[in-house]
């Protein structure tokens, strides 16, 4: 298959190596939605009015602040601040509901001014800014897997998803593959995901016991960066070093074989 602007990412993350190609895809994709946020963009008034209503999720938040661009994260904090303030404050004069029991409805006893706060804490603009792009390479990816034979190689010999991704393109894949489809692609993932899971368990295993001062003059094989690579495998934690821009959890191997 010819490659697409759509399929360069996905094509991207299985080059990678990563423990996990869709977080390397989702990590990303992240990255690039925290740079369009804190970029030029927060100056335009269509961008500027999404982010006073919908907020950020704490994790976003603490990504914004090590931006280093604290003159747009301070304008956007001042006008979101300022819209929730006017908000709450409408809400605040409204008169509270009673609790009114055990067996009344929900929308009868909830406090406005509850729902609101409720709402603002709930929403993030850089996840709804990352949420489309993300179902589109999944469903990119599902695809390549059913039409393009070398990315099936690629997906084959990938070291399978992490816990957290394994859930998400299996239903993908079922949305989008016949019956017959689905259950290889099913069995494959699955493989992919127990031989791999399997690997990290061994690197566990060795890492533990190369701290044993017995074994201090043997070689780490490669052992030495896997917790970084395990909490990719358990959690989807693949995180990128602020100061190198290196993505962790992606393996590559020593570059002296008995180091």
């Not at 990119?140 to 998400?168: A, I």
Request: contains cysteine.
């Amino acid at each position: 298959m010819r490659e697409e602007i759509h399929t360069i990412p996905v094509n991207d993350a299985f080059a990678a190596d990563a423990e996990c190609p869709v977080c390397y895809m989702y990590k990303t994709l992240e990255q690039h939605a925290i740079d369009f946020t804190m970029g030029p963009s927060y100056m335009e008034d269509d961008i500027r009015a999404k982010t006073d209503r919908l907020g950020f999720c704490d994790h976003h938040m603490r990504m914004m602040e090590q931006s280093g661009n604290k003159l747009g994260l301070a304008l956007m904090l001042h006008t979101h601040i300022v819209k929730t303030n006017r908000d709450t404050a409408k809400w605040m004069k409204a008169p509270a509901k009673a609790g009114g029991g055990l067996f009344r409805k929900k929308e009868e006893t909830e406090d406005p001014l509850i729902s609101y706060l409720d709402e603002v804490n709930s929403t993030c603009f850089v996840c709804d800014h990352i949420r489309m792009t993300f179902r589109w390479y999944l469903y990119t990816m599902v695809e390549m897997w059913k039409k393009d034979p070398e990315f099936r190689k690629k997906y084959q010999n990938s070291r399978g998803l992490c816990n957290e991704h394994l859930p998400e393109v299996l239903r993908e894949g079922k949305k989008r593959l016949s019956a017959a489809e689905y259950a290889e692609f099913r069995e494959e993932s699955c493989a992919l995901y127990h031989k791999n899971m399997e690997r990290i368990a061994d690197e566990l295993s060795w890492f533990i016991d190369k701290n044993d001062y017995r074994n201090a003059d043997k070689p780490w094989k490669n052992s030495r960066d896997v917790l970084a690579r395990a909490v990719v495998k358990t959690n989807g934690l693949l995180r990128v070093d602020p100061d190198t821009g290196e993505v962790l959890g992606v393996d590559r191997p020593p570059k002296n074989p008995e180091e």
